[in-house]
């Protein structure tokens, strides 16, 4: 079966770390590149992060950047969100998406998300 | 960043009657190399994660039944649902790739009225 099913997510208080993880299976994983994205309760999607199929390309939104890290082992057909230096702002449901077309990987892709994860939820608070 | 913004924020429509959301970019994103739209249409059911509807603004993913239809270029486009299932109360989301920053709208939600 086709899927994406992250884990990690935690209750952890301000300034805190944690380490997210999504496992991917029925695809070649090395060939797609990969996102995060997040949800708020009740309010929208927002992207967080991106890698090539390669790695060799990573990008971050702005509220996160310096403080997130994305990688992913493709041996292990796993992605990754290192979060630290956590605020109250980060709590959400953390998604990982696939692109919609395999890729190179030497460069960034621009495609749509056509594979989602069912989530793992970070809840920052003290 | 591309701003996008949706509208209605929320629209209540009767069942077998059509459901239109309007998305707006604050930049185009029409790629003039391939001619193409980079802008996508998600739904998002209650609990559950987005799942893609329409790519390249215009194009429905495999599966997507043929009631969504999507339309419009550069910066103005709808998602229309030609007749209304109980199945497609949820959350629609458009989302621009023209850019690396995949920005999405605020969203719409469909209700039964």
């Known amino acids: 079966e086709v899927q994406l099913v992250e884990s990690g997510g935690a209750l952890v208080q301000p300034g805190g770390s944690l380490r997210l993880s999504c496992e991917a299976s029925?695809?070649?994983?090395?060939?797609?590149?990969m996102h995060w994205v997040r949800q708020a309760p009740g309010k929208g999607l927002e992207w967080v992060s991106y890698?090539?199929?390669?790695?060799?390309?990573?990008l971050y939104a702005d509220p996160v950047k310096g403080r997130f890290t994305i990688s992913r082992d493709n041996a292990k057909n796993s992605l990754f969100l290192e979060m630290k230096s956590l605020r109250d702002g980060d709590t959400a449901m953390y998604y990982c998406?696939?692109?919609?077309?395999?890729?190179?990987?030497?460069?960034?892709?621009?495609?749509?998300?056509?594979?989602w994860g069912q989530g793992t939820m970070v809840t920052v608070s003290s | 960043d591309i701003v996008m913004t949706q509208s209605p924020d929320s629209l209540a429509v009767s069942l077998g009657e059509r459901a239109t959301i309007n998305c707006r970019s604050s930049?185009?994103?029409?790629?003039?190399?391939?001619?193409?739209?980079?802008l996508a249409w998600y739904q998002q059911r209650p609990g559950q994660p987005p799942k893609l509807l329409i790519y390249?603004?215009?194009t429905r993913e495999s599966g997507v039944p043929d009631r969504f239809r999507g339309s419009g270029s550069g910066t103005d486009f709808t998602l229309i649902i030609s007749s209304l299932q109980a199945e497609d109360v949820a959350v629609y989301y458009c989302?621009?790739?023209?850019?690396?920053?995949?920005?999405f709208g605020q969203g719409t939600r469909v209700e039964i009225k």
């Open positions: 890698t090539s199929s390669s790695a060799s390309s990573k």
């Open positions: 930049q185009s994103v029409l790629y003039r190399p391939d001619n193409k739209n980079y």
């Open positions: 989302q621009q790739y023209h850019t690396t920053s995949w920005t």
């Open positions: 390249w603004a215009s």
């Open positions: 998406a696939r692109d919609r077309r395999s890729s190179s990987g030497w460069s960034v892709s621009y495609d749509a998300f056509d594979m």
């Open positions: 029925g695809f070649t994983f090395s060939s797609y590149s």
